[in-house]
């Protein structure tokens, strides 16, 4: 240990930082300005923050990271860095995306409605700031203080521009009846308001691969797709065949739809399946019931496939049955779970 209570954390062999011993990793290294990703606020509740302890005297695991990680990870030193408390020189392992992450101070250009519970932000960073990403990957949003939510409010939104902007964010936002974030973000944010956003982080985006892919998007999990393809066109990509599914209730929740279907008709390589599950009818979908059952009836022998699943827990875990009873290998899906 060094003098003074600080330590040295040595991140992936590229960087080290001096953090006062004391505080979580989380907190120390934000006071040198690398983020870890949050969904929860560092509550130990989301997983995010997971890092990989090589070398050094940690606190012992909390009941948090007990409950969040398996047993056999915990052996292998992977610990939560909102929960692990600095006690001495650290070498960890961590995503690359922390060496390359940074806060950005923003102010809200516009805020669109999509649907009646979906709103697209866009955020415009300081003059000259630029925003370096990939379509997939997701930015920290930090909610100010309001009402009752005093807490450290952060959540995850995945970028909806694609690699080429990097001057604007925009995210795609579904309201979450009474969270945290959500409400802050619908009720309280207007448009010339500042924003903290820190980024980006996440290792989901499109390969570079020749394959064919199935999108598989609910709610606002369209986002990262948007993005994704305005990259296909951007790197002049019109080889690659792709069927984008977008399972929805009712038609009240469908966006983006005369947008997507133009894109399907100048694009032979791109097809587009909106599907509803709650019983209505409506001009602009392809197909009816549950997205699983949808996408079954859209695809044979899929083993030469990539999949990429973006929504709720529940429908990526039905998803992924699905795609491997029709021969998608397990390796080429790629998801985010938006919960
Ligand atoms: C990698 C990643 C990327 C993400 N990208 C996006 C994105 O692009 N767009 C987006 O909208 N979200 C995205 N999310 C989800 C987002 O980060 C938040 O979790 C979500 O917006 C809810 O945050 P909140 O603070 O409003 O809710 P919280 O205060 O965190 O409340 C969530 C609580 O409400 C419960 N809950 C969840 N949904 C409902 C519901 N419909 N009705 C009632 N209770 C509910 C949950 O069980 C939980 O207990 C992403 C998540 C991850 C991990
Ligand atoms: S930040 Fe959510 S578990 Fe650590």
């Given at each position: 240990m060094s003098e003074n209570n600080t330590c040295a954390i040595d991140i992936n062999g590229h960087k080290t930082v001096a953090c006062r011993t004391g505080l979580t990793l989380f907190a120390g290294l934000r006071t040198q300005?690398?983020?870890l990703p949050t969904g929860c606020g560092a509550r130990g509740v989301c997983g995010q923050c997971r890092v990989k302890v090589v070398e050094g005297e940690t606190s012992p695991p909390t009941d948090n990271e007990k409950g969040r990680l398996k047993e056999a990870e915990l052996s292998a030193g992977w610990r939560l860095g909102c929960q692990l408390r600095l006690q001495g020189d650290l070498e960890i392992e961590a995503s690359s995306c922390i060496l390359h992450?940074?806060?950005?101070?923003?102010t809200v250009a516009s805020i669109i409605p999509l649907t009646y519970d979906i709103r697209r932000f866009s955020f415009a960073p300081a003059p000259g700031d630029k925003v370096p990403h990939r379509a997939g990957q997701f930015i920290n949003f930090v909610a100010k203080p309001y009402g009752e939510a005093k807490g450290m409010t952060i959540r995850c939104f995945s970028f909806a521009t694609p690699a080429s902007v990097e001057d604007r964010i925009d995210i795609i936002v579904r309201r979450t009846p009474n969270g945290a974030a959500t409400t802050y973000l619908f009720d309280h944010l207007k448009e010339g308001d500042e924003a903290t956003l820190i980024g980006p982080f996440g290792e989901f985006r499109l390969s570079d691969a020749k394959a064919p892919c199935i999108w598989i998007a609910g709610g606002s999990g369209l986002s990262p797709f948007v993005g994704m393809l305005r990259e296909m066109l951007d790197r002049g990509v019109s080889d690659r065949p792709v069927k984008l599914f977008f399972g929805a209730v009712n038609e009240r929740d469908l966006y983006y739809v005369g947008e997507l279907r133009?894109?399907?008709?100048?694009?032979?390589?791109?097809?587009?399946?909106?599907?509803?599950?709650?019983?209505?009818?409506?001009?602009?979908?392809?197909?009816?019931?549950?997205?699983?059952?949808?996408?079954?009836r859209h695809i044979s022998n899929a083993d030469q496939y990539e999949a990429y699943l973006c929504g709720s827990p529940g429908m990526i875990e039905a998803c992924i049955a699905t795609l491997g009873g029709k021969g998608v290998k397990r390796e080429n899906i790629y998801f985010d779970r938006f919960g």
């Open positions: 300005k690398v983020f992450a940074k806060e950005y101070k923003t133009e894109f399907s008709a100048k694009h032979p390589w791109f097809k587009y399946i909106p599907a509803l599950s709650g019983g209505e009818r409506c001009e602009a979908c392809a197909d009816y019931g549950l997205i699983t059952d949808v996408v079954a």
